[in-house]
């Protein structure tokens, strides 16, 4: 199986500021790679999809970057509405791994 | 709109079976492969299975294979998850997905929850 190492798994941030998520894969996952976000209580909602896709309706200020087995997820411009737990997921092959999440706060 | 609604949870006794529903609107449902996702209280994502749009093929984690079975009706719009011999560690919210691409999860359901327990 793939392990998807995620780094950190907390973080608090203020309002405005720039965050960087990063996901490490054990093999190389050729950008097979989703980043999801859970807000408290509801379900997760895919962000980026192949690496650095952004998936219709999301907000331009969250990009994804990285290939082989290094990937990272950055938010622009924190906003508050951005509190939540975010996920990074392998599919390049079966069973398909999550990353164990990164707790965003505002400080 | 795309929707998934998952039904069918609840407290069941270890070793016991149960069926989860999901019914899918707003979308072509056998143009796409579907999945289910669980997530354990207070705990990460688990991808649990898949099903290819036809129902030909299925896919699942060693930690359910033998005992969970996907389907679909495609006629019906709704995708099946059958689970025996329930153990303590099955415990979890299961969440409908729609596969989309190469295989990442676009859309989830709002989330069943499966209690296991004596």
């Known amino acids: 199986d793939i392990r998807m190492t995620q780094s950190p798994a907390s973080l608090s941030a203020s309002l405005g500021e720039t965050v960087n998520i990063e996901c490490l894969a054990s093999e190389d996952i050729y950008s097979d790679l989703a980043w999801y976000q859970q807000k408290p209580g509801k379900s997760p909602q895919l962000l980026i999809y192949?690496?650095?896709s952004l998936q219709n309706g999301v907000p331009s200020r969250f990009s994804g970057s990285g290939s082989g087995t290094q990937y990272s997820l950055k938010i622009n411009s924190l906003q508050s509405e951005d509190v939540a737990t975010y996920f990074c997921?392998?599919?390049?092959?079966?069973?398909?791994?999550f990353g164990s999440g990164t707790k965003l706060e505002i400080k | 709109e795309v929707q998934l609604v998952e039904t069918g949870g609840g407290l069941v006794q270890p070793g016991r079976s149960l069926k989860l529903s999901c019914v899918a609107s707003g979308f072509t449902f056998n143009n796409y492969w579907m999945s289910w996702t669980r997530q354990a209280p207070g705990k990460g994502l688990e991808w649990v299975a898949s099903i290819t749009n036809s129902g030909g093929s299925t896919y699942y984690p060693d930690s359910v294979k033998g005992r969970f079975t996907i389907s679909r009706d495609n006629a019906q719009n709704t995708l099946y998850l059958q689970m025996n011999s329930l153990r303590s560690e099955d415990t979890a919210t299961y969440y409908c997905t729609r596969e989309e691409g190469n295989n990442y999860f676009d859309y989830w359901g709002q989330g069943v929850m499966v209690t296991v327990s004596s």
């Open positions: 192949n690496a650095n």
């Open positions: 997921q392998q599919y390049n092959n079966y069973p398909f791994t």
